[in-house]
């Protein structure tokens, strides 16, 4: 019962770390994480219209 206790704990820390552009403030290292991704992905990140740049999620990848 422990170790499935532990393993929950570790699954929902985890969880909790691989956010991605959903929400948040639209920081360096948030875009540029996004930006990773997104050119991994084949395409671009830009901001999305009448998107606020301080927000992560109004920034989206298109594709080139």
Same mark, same amino acid.
């Given at each position: 019962m422990r170790?499935?206790? =532990?393993i929950?704990? /570790?699954c929902l820390a985890l969880a909790a770390?691989? @956010?991605g552009p959903e929400g948040g403030?639209?920081?360096y290292d =948030?875009?540029?994480? /996004?930006?990773?991704?997104c050119t991994a992905k084949? @395409?671009?990140?830009v901001l999305k219209d009448q998107g606020d740049p301080?927000?992560?999620?109004d920034y989206g990848c298109e594709r080139k």
């Open positions: 170790s499935l206790a =532990a929950l704990i /570790a770390c691989v @956010g403030v639209a920081n =948030a875009l540029r994480q /996004a930006s990773t991704a084949g @395409g671009k990140l301080q927000y992560i999620g």
